[in-house]
């Protein structure tokens, strides 16, 4: 499955996200309804933002165990316009940048 999803915002700018899922068939011995899921996903906006993942859930032993990791990383150039309409920032505002990676295992 591949959708691909328009985002426009103040902070992040405009641009499009991009995201595939793959559900796997169901293993033998596998409780009805819990099947492997493995998913990419992308964005890009107009103001160089970017950000690219993957991901991948599983179950092992009749469901006993159940794995999902993800792994990404990102820079982020944003525009902070205040959080209420007659902000200072609002005609002035302030500039940030987030760099990231991120890695979660949970189990």
Request: hydrophobic share 40%.
């Amino acid at each position: 499955m591949l959708a691909p999803i328009p985002l426009s915002n103040p902070t992040l700018g405009s641009g499009l996200e991009l995201l595939s899922l793959s559900l796997h068939p169901p293993r033998p011995n596998t409780p009805e309804g819990v099947n492997a899921t493995t998913g990419l996903a992308g964005l890009y906006t107009d103001n160089k933002s970017w950000g690219a993942g993957v991901f991948h859930r599983n179950n092992f032993f009749t469901d006993k165990l159940r794995i999902f990791a993800a792994l990404g990383t990102g820079e982020f150039p944003l525009i902070y316009f205040g959080s209420v309409s007659d902000s200072v920032l609002s005609k002035n505002p302030l500039n940030y940048e987030i760099n990231s990676d991120l890695l979660v295992v949970e189990t």
